[in-house]
């Protein structure tokens, strides 16, 4: 059964420090998804992704955060300088549309470490 | 008011029992229900998903939405020590909201042998 993948699983950083994180979502998947999960907090949306272009974002998703997809099968979410509080688990998601029942499937996550 | 609320838990149930957990939300513009399960440390994994209210049922799992009061509720029949997890209800209002689902806390569940 295809699924979204992430890389790295861990990461550890210093504050200040620049982390691109890695998401391969299912490949006939057209719309990609970042969510956050602080360590005992709610899944939280940051930032949705359609056609090259950033259709949605929180306001958590601000001028630090970017996403790229670089290639036809990378998604891709860079943190600029990176704060403590973004330490956090990130969860890359996508769906092959929006609405509907639509579901979106997520990755295992890469949990980030801010110190 | 938050916009998804959810009961953390945790709960704690025998092996067969039946668990009912419950969400509530506050826009009505929300149109679709998820519930999510999550494995500790794991990604969210769709279990079911239903629109508008009613009910839906596969195998042990029944998924219930009453939109006139906003209650989301899921249902595990005969559980298993395999369910012990965190399930997370979802929502999502459709339209402009491109793809933007808004979670519950989550509901820690452990069903012991």
């Known amino acids: 059964e295809p699924e979204v993948t992430q890389t790295p699983s861990h990461q550890v950083t210093q504050m200040g420090q620049e982390v691109i994180l890695r998401c391969v979502p299912i490949s006939n998947h057209l719309y990609f998804y970042w969510y956050r999960q602080i360590l005992g907090q709610k899944v939280e949306f940051l930032v949705s992704f359609y056609n090259n272009e950033i259709s949605e974002k929180s306001e958590i998703f601000d001028d630090q955060f970017s996403v790229e997809r670089p290639d036809g099968s990378n998604f891709t979410l860079k943190i600029r300088s990176t704060k403590l509080e973004d330490s956090a688990m990130y969860f890359c998601a996508s769906s092959r549309r929006q609405g509907s029942l639509e579901t979106q499937y997520f990755g295992p996550g890469t949990r980030l470490l801010v110190l | 008011q938050k916009e998804v609320e959810q009961d953390p838990g945790p709960l704690s149930v025998p092996e067969g029992a039946i668990v009912s957990l419950n969400c509530t939300y506050s826009n009505s513009a929300f149109q679709y229900f998820m519930w999510y399960r999550q494995y500790s440390r794991k990604g969210p994994e769709l279990l079911m998903y239903t629109y508008s209210s009613g009910n839906k049922e596969d195998g042990r799992f029944t998924a219930q939405v009453d939109k006139s009061s906003k209650y989301i509720s899921l249902f595990i029949r005969d559980s298993q020590p395999s369910d012990s997890a965190t399930y997370l209800c979802?929502?999502?209002?459709?339209?402009?909201?491109?793809?933007?689902?808004?979670f519950g806390q989550g509901t820690i569940l452990t069903v012991h042998p």
């Open positions: 979802a929502t999502y209002a459709g339209g402009t909201s491109y793809g933007k689902l808004t």
